[in-house]
């Protein structure tokens, strides 16, 4: 039996935090890193990943060179992987899609249902299939708690809490991070995965509601079809518990009916799973993402109302 082809791949956004898992997700499927592309130079990790990569700090020549590949079905590249600043996913998904690859992208894969409409008009045009890291539907422990959930077929709601604090420096808001334009903000870049996971968990979204919103936090609560969820995020060290303040910078809970769900492990290779599932037709595309993507869109745009009854996270005590 004939060995699988190498895949061939391009990276865009090479200098970004998430980049090396990337790029090792890319190495550990056994597949080729060719080319990689970013406008900061500071990529010196590939040099203990896959030193052979082309690597370009402007778009065109990176451009250039993709489609020089593509003349020849031994060169031509196959995948796309999208690392960069969330603003700039869909330009470079759509550029992927148009010189012939697939794509794969970090979340957010884009910040709006409207815009996902676009780029399945650009799959339909290409031929070619977006694909999102979703990594925690790959996570054993969440992959668990789905299984119990749908096992149980309880017809009451579950209470579930949700805290992610994790803890930015002052050079945070100084990166397009900190710019909402280019970020979208603090519960879409650093939340988005765990709306996606609350909905790959308990259903459909039925109610959406804000509390609180700067760029440093947000809270509020959400209602599924399985589940009454209240959740805060931050980024602000500040926010962590006592327990944690000076021992971590993350602070990381999911509480389900008063029982904590353990996931603070098992996050290093789920990059490479995501891989190995896209790789092996399984991948999550545009309509797995739009569930995610609508939820914080509408957080985005939201006015802050008082919670009430038991619908505030107790964290919400400490920012009001």
């Known amino acids: 039996?004939?060995?699988?082809?190498?895949?061939?791949?391009?990276?865009?956004?090479?200098?970004g935090y998430i980049a090396p898992r990337h790029m090792r997700a890319i190495k550990d499927t056994g597949n080729n890193l060719v080319c990689a592309y970013d406008i900061n130079d500071s990529v010196g990790i590939i040099d203990s990943i896959s030193p052979q990569t082309e690597f370009f700090t402007e778009f065109e020549r990176f451009s250039e060179y993709a489609w020089r590949l593509k003349r020849d079905a031994a060169t031509a590249l196959d995948y796309v992987a999208v690392c960069s600043p969330n603003y700039l996913h869909h330009a470079h998904i759509a550029g992927g899609l148009r010189v012939g690859c697939d794509v794969i992208c970090e979340k957010p894969l884009v910040p709006s249902a409207d815009i996902l409409d676009e780029l399945a008009l650009v799959e339909k045009e290409t031929g070619k299939r977006v694909y999102n890291i979703l990594q925690l539907r790959h996570h054993q422990a969440i992959l668990d708690l789905k299984k119990k959930v749908s096992d149980e077929g309880s017809e009451h709601k579950y209470d579930v809490e949700l805290t992610y604090i994790t803890s930015r420096g002052k050079w945070y808001m100084e990166s397009w991070k900190g710019d909402p334009r280019k970020s979208f903000g603090v519960a879409t870049n650093i939340g988005v995965h765990f709306y996606d996971m609350l909905h790959f968990v308990f259903g459909k979204l039925q109610r959406n509601v804000v509390h609180f919103t700067n760029q440093y936090k947000a809270a509020g609560y959400l209602e599924?079809?399985?589940a009454r969820v209240r959740w805060f995020l931050s980024?602000?060290?500040n926010d962590l518990p006592d327990s944690?303040?000076?021992k971590?910078?993350?602070?990381?809970?999911?509480?389900?009916n008063g029982e904590e769900i353990e996931f603070s492990e098992g996050f290093t290779d789920l990059h490479t799973v995501s891989y190995q599932e896209i790789l092996a037709g399984r991948g999550y595309g545009i309509e797995d993402a739009r569930h995610c993507v609508e939820a914080v869109s509408t957080i985005r745009s939201?006015?802050?109302?008082t919670p009430t009854g038991?619908?505030?996270?107790?964290?919400?005590?400490r920012v009001r």
């Open 1 to 15: 039996m004939l060995e699988p082809a190498l895949k061939r791949f391009a990276l865009i956004g090479a200098a």
């Open 224 to 226: 599924y079809e399985k």
């Open 235 to 237: 980024i602000d060290a």
């Open 244 to 246: 944690v303040k000076g």
């Open 248 to 256: 971590k910078p993350t602070y990381r809970s999911i509480t389900v």
């Open 302 to 305: 939201a006015t802050s109302v």
């Open 310 to 317: 038991e619908e505030g996270h107790p964290f919400l005590a």
